[in-house]
């Protein structure tokens, strides 16, 4: 059958971020993340003009504490001496203290209702007094789930579905509802592309039946790097675009924060610019189990994104099993490789070793983009295309959680060390960073000896 084109957006409510607005009439945004450590305010200030000036609409710092709020405040006093107004967000995790204090001195604010508070009462007493700060300073609040961090009640209520998250999402948001706060925006996240998209599927419709139709954060949780990266996040939130669902996009890369923005740009271009190739030049369809996406275009990076952003909804949708690409500025070789890259990133089939990495943030407390890259050499050198999944991952925030569905993780667990997981089990804990990737092959060597 064919699959028209036509994008028609989810209609949101819109939520103000400073001078910058989400949702309702508003272009889909572009948001990134910094990952130089808070409290080093010189770097912190340059690499948010670098963002500023690729195109990114927010800026997100980790605020661990009360000293990264005092440093979040002077980074936001610094970049508006010279200039440049981009919202900065504040990502809380554990601490609704920090929280309140943050709300204070930046636009936005991003708690996760797994680890904000897990009574009933207890969410219900913090997260009024955080809506109070918020309303008194005209900040807004990003509800953000991530999939590798729900609570223990949602934990031993729902376990660790899509259903789970948005109950969790529900939680927060009823009570916002109640106390008459609207700039609020809503991310469930997941490095599974199928579990993400659900997911937001899910929260959508659970919001719709209640009357509710607040924005929507999209993004694929610790997508990787290079082309892996794109590819996975494309499909994911490519998904949700072509379902006219998403108000702001962050892709998440374990490389440069900077880098993230052009992808997320192109993704978004490609779903509403009137005259995007997918509205003249696209030919896409399903039969017989397989989907067919033919385009000319001749960037190959642009392709990708494009075939993997349409390719992935398909699969799941009509539950196809096969891709064809067709393309004549490329080889056959280059269009079958790409079938398979994106059947893997759409959790339809493996064909070669996963690298589920975090993009890195100021909690990350050793070389991510250096370490990713060493893990990938020396395991394709050892196990080449096994199947396996394999994680690496900045922090404990999400680590454990987001990598349950790998088979090996690479953990940082302080400054320069790490923790090493099979599974969801921790069997090597705070060993030196310069002994870790050697422990991780010895590990996987020592596994596949014993099947």
Not at 27 to 34: G, K, S
Not at 131 to 152: E, M
């Amino acid at each position: 059958m064919n699959i028209y084109p036509i994008f028609t957006r989810r209609k949101s409510t819109v939520c103000h971020v400073g001078t910058l607005t989400i949702g309702g009439e508003a272009p889909i945004r572009v948001q990134t993340m910094a990952n130089t450590s808070t409290n080093d305010i010189d770097a912190s200030v340059e690499q948010a003009k670098r963002c500023a000036y690729a195109g990114a609409e927010l800026l997100r710092y980790t605020t661990q504490g009360m000293r990264e709020v005092e440093s979040v405040a002077q980074i936001h006093a610094q970049l508006r001496s010279e200039g440049i107004t981009l919202p900065l967000v504040a990502d809380i995790h554990f601490r609704s203290d920090v929280a309140d204090a943050a709300a204070a001195v930046v636009e936005k604010v991003r708690i996760n209702p797994g680890n904000y508070a897990n009574r009933p009462d207890e969410i219900d007493e913090r997260f009024t007094r955080l809506l109070t700060i918020c309303r008194t300073h005209h900040t807004a609040l990003r509800i953000g789930v991530n999939h590798g961090s729900l609570s223990k009640r949602m934990m031993d209520q729902y376990g660790d579905t899509p259903e789970g998250m948005v109950a969790s999402c529900m939680e927060f948001l009823r009570i916002a509802v109640r106390e008459h706060f609207s700039d609020i925006v809503l991310s469930v996240k997941s490095s599974n592309t199928r579990v993400m998209v659900e997911t937001v599927r899910l929260l959508v419709k659970t919001m719709d039946a209640e009357g509710m139709a607040f924005p929507l954060h999209l993004g694929v949780t610790e997508a990787g790097e290079g082309e892996d990266g794109r590819i996975k996040s494309a499909v994911g939130i490519g998904a949700l675009l072509a379902d006219g669902i998403g108000d702001t996009v962050r892709i998440s890369l374990s490389e440069e924060p900077e880098a993230e923005v052009p992808v997320a740009q192109a993704l978004i271009r490609w779903f509403t610019d009137p005259l995007s190739p997918r509205y003249h030049d696209l030919t896409l369809s399903v039969d017989n189990n397989t989907v067919r996406f033919a385009d000319n275009e001749s960037d190959w990076s642009l392709f990708q994104l494009h075939a993997a952003a349409e390719c992935g909804r398909l699969l799941w949708d009509n539950h196809a099993t096969e891709i064809i690409l067709s393309n004549p500025h490329f080889t056959d070789e280059q269009l079958t490789r790409l079938a398979s890259d994106i059947l893997q990133a759409a959790r339809v089939r493996m064909y070669k070793t996963e690298f589920i990495s975090c993009p890195g943030c100021g909690r990350t407390m050793f070389n991510l983009q250096k370490t990713v890259a060493d893990i990938k050499r020396e395991l394709t050198d050892t196990i080449g295309n096994s199947g396996l999944k394999i994680a690496v991952m900045g922090c404990i925030v999400n680590g454990p959680g987001e990598m349950a569905d790998a088979d090996y993780g690479y953990v940082g667990a302080g400054v320069d060390r790490i923790s090493l997981y099979r599974g969801k089990q921790c069997v090597l804990k705070n060993i030196p960073q310069e002994e870790a990737v050697e422990q991780l092959l010895k590990l996987i060597e020592q596994d596949k000896q014993h099947e």
